[in-house]
């Protein structure tokens, strides 16, 4: 049943979906909300973009997704458009899905994409609607949004906002989206709740999600607090590497020891080469920030560290190869596995793996890079770098391997074979994915990170 803010149950109809930005998060809604059977309408101010979404093409790499999007096409529910006019005129439920980068020369987030995407379509919305948003802010955007869409749209007060923050794993973006592990809905009225309902009705159907209904100050914050946990995490147990190397003590070791305490557990208590990505990095920032804003940045003062931490897992990673080299890197041939910040994805942004390459560059080395599906990312933005085709042709006469992204066929490399093809046979485990008793057998000598 729909149910719009001002008129609360006078339909039978499901709400018709808009979502605005069909970048990574926007488009895997979209694709999924329409195979679940919602009619789903996506807007972007991308014209290509959307042309090559609308011809069946996914603009970035996402298992399951391409075949999705035909399924969501050929079923009808689906199209696309940059029209915002069109995009009132069709949608009860509009989600904002557009990014929020970090500001150029500070930690802030840049809110600009989420205000030009509410202001145009504001514009356009004359009946009840509500407007969702997904993008992950500072606490209190909802608010200034709000007035915004009082103020701009011809409905006026008749429009609502909700907040619905999304938490999806690159890799595993459409399991996320079709069977969440939760739902936040951070609304102002029973209405709104109403309507957020009715929009997630084919999760909610299917599984038993839990719903968690809050303020919209809130739902957020959660998005930001849970990424601000699970980048904690990790950086302790690399703070932990950090000590192990200076005892000789073995960090995989003490991480499992760890993961047996029910009150601690082993997700995300991986050590190696650390976080990256769009999110993580930017979103722990993002809130240190707005927390000083607030007046409260004391509170969430060790993010600053959580991000120190992180940054000094690349310089080490550094280092080890410029042990294993001698203490020089000039025309050190290193084999570099690995682009991507995340095995299963194309996602490049504050990625370790190239930050690493990029770095022994620098320092002289002569490095060839190759990833399963990052290539032409890490081309565009790395032109400086060598690449590959394969991992045995970047190793070729290589000095060092270095593995900087745990994509499964790196893990499944035989070294014996690999020591055919290199100059040296000497590795740097940055993601501690290989196992150092077969490769010390094959001959190499085997480092990582907080590992004697």
Same mark, same amino acid.
């Given at each position: ?39 789903? =309408? ?10 090559? &979404? ?41 989600? &904002? ?8 020369? $500070? ?22 609607? /509500? ?21 701009? *749209?011809?409905?006026?007060? !008749? ?20 069977? #969440? ?7 102002? $009225? ?7 309902? +009715?929009?997630? *009705? ?7 999600? #839990? ?45 499992? *020891?760890? $993961? ?25 920032? +993002? ?10 940045? !004391? ?30 890197? $000039? ?40 990833? #399963? ?10 032109? !400086? ?9 970047? *190793? ?7 593995? =900087? ?12 074979? /690999? ?6 046979? !000497? ?6 994915? &290989?196992? #150092? ?16």
């Amino acid at each position: 049943m729909l149910q719009t803010a001002a008129d609360p149950a006078t339909t039978t109809r499901s709400p018709r979906l808009t979502v605005i930005g069909t970048g990574y998060l926007g488009a895997t809604h979209a694709i999924c909300m329409a195979v679940l059977g919602m009619e789903v =309408l996506g807007v972007d101010v991308d014209a290509e973009k959307t042309a090559r &979404l609308a011809a069946g093409e996914v603009p970035f790499f996402e298992p399951g997704l391409p075949e999705l999007l035909r399924k969501a096409l050929d079923s009808g529910r689906l199209r696309f458009t940059t029209d915002f006019e069109e995009a009132g005129a069709f949608g009860d439920v509009h989600f &904002l899905c557009v990014g929020t980068p970090q500001t150029k020369g $500070s930690d802030a987030a840049d809110l600009t994409y989420v205000r030009a995407a509410t202001a145009a379509l504001a514009r356009h919305l004359d009946r009840p609607a /509500l407007v969702v948003g997904k993008s992950t802010v500072p606490v209190g955007t909802a608010a200034e949004l709000t007035e915004m869409l009082h103020a701009l *749209a011809p409905a006026g007060t !008749q429009v609502e906002l909700a907040w619905n923050p999304e938490f999806l794993r690159e890799g595993f973006a459409v399991e996320d989206t079709m069977n #969440p592990d939760r739902l936040v809905f951070g609304v102002s $009225s029973p209405s709104a709740e109403a309507v957020l309902r +009715a929009a997630f *009705a084919p999760v909610l159907d299917m599984h038993d999600t #839990p719903v968690v209904v809050t303020d919209l100050e809130t739902a957020e914050l959660v998005k930001v607090a849970a990424n601000s946990f699970l980048a904690t995490k990790i950086s302790y147990i690399n703070a932990m590497a950090e000590v192990c190397e200076a005892t000789g003590a073995d960090v995989t070791a003490l991480a499992k *020891a760890l $993961s047996y305490d029910s009150r601690i557990g082993g997700k995300f208590l991986r050590p190696g080469l650390g976080f990256g990505g769009g999110c993580l990095p930017k979103d722990i920032r +993002a809130f240190r920030h707005r927390a000083t804003e607030l007046g409260a940045g !004391q509170a969430v003062a060790f993010l600053g560290e959580v991000d120190a931490i992180n940054r000094r897992r690349r310089a080490r990673t550094v280092d080890l190869v410029r042990e294993l080299a001698g203490g020089d890197l $000039s025309g050190v041939r290193v084999a570099a596995w690995g682009a991507a910040f995340k095995p299963d994805s194309d996602d490049i942004r504050d990625a370790p793996a190239l930050d690493v390459a990029d770095a022994l560059q620098r320092a002289g080395a002569h490095v060839t890079v190759y990833d #399963p599906v990052a290539m032409d990312n890490a081309r565009r933005d790395y032109p !400086q770098l060598r690449y590959a085709t394969s991992a045995m042709g970047a *190793a070729s006469g290589a000095d060092v391997v270095v593995l =900087l992204t745990e994509w499964t066929q790196f893990r499944e490399v035989d070294p014996q074979l /690999l020591g055919k093809v290199v100059r040296q046979r !000497q590795v740097v485990d940055g993601r501690h994915a &290989l196992d #150092p008793v077969a490769w010390r057998a094959a001959g190499w000598t085997y480092r990582a990170l907080g590992r004697p």
